[in-house]
């Protein structure tokens, strides 16, 4: 397993699309690995290949609390087979925005599908920080980033905003 570096903003590459995967291979397995080394260590609860450079259509995601055992998730070229009409703010950051922080308005419950870890098709209702955190790590397959849902001039002083730490590092 090897830690990866994460894309920060404006990086071009993360508003590129991923393209789906062929399938669920050693090599695949390798590189989610890797990406949840690479989240653990951040330390985040998501994070969708492009993120490290990658423009396949992978994520992976832990939910536990610090106190809980890991709960590793793997999702191999997810889709969303329905949203609810109900919608639910949540306060969401993102590894490639450091240390911004906004409220972004999505559907509350999602009904997905994706290949996991041994390539198995698994269909599953995500709700709460689930449904919340797969649909951010979506956005990111599609080059889209949560800032993206926050009006003009909030996005532009996040940018400038990490732009402006990254400078100062
Ligand atoms: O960059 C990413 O896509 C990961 C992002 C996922 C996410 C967070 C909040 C709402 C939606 C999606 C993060 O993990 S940001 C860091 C974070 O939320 C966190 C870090 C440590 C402990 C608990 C949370
Ligand atoms: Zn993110």
Known sequence: MALREILIVPDPRLKQKSAPVEGVD???RALMDDMLETMYAAPGIGLAAIQIGVPQRVIVMDLARQEEEKAPRFL????????????????????S????????????????????YHGKAVEEDAEGIFAVCVQHEMDHLDGVLFIDHLSRLKREQAVKKVKKQAKAA
């Open 97 to 116: 925005v450091p240390e911004i922080f906004d409220e972004v308005e999505r559907p509350a419950r999602v009904r997905i599908r994706y290949l996991d």
């Open 26 to 28: 050693d090599e695949l």
């Open 76 to 95: 191999v070229n997810p889709q969303i087979l329905w949203t609810s009409e109900e919608t639910v703010p949540y306060e969401e950051g993102c590894l």
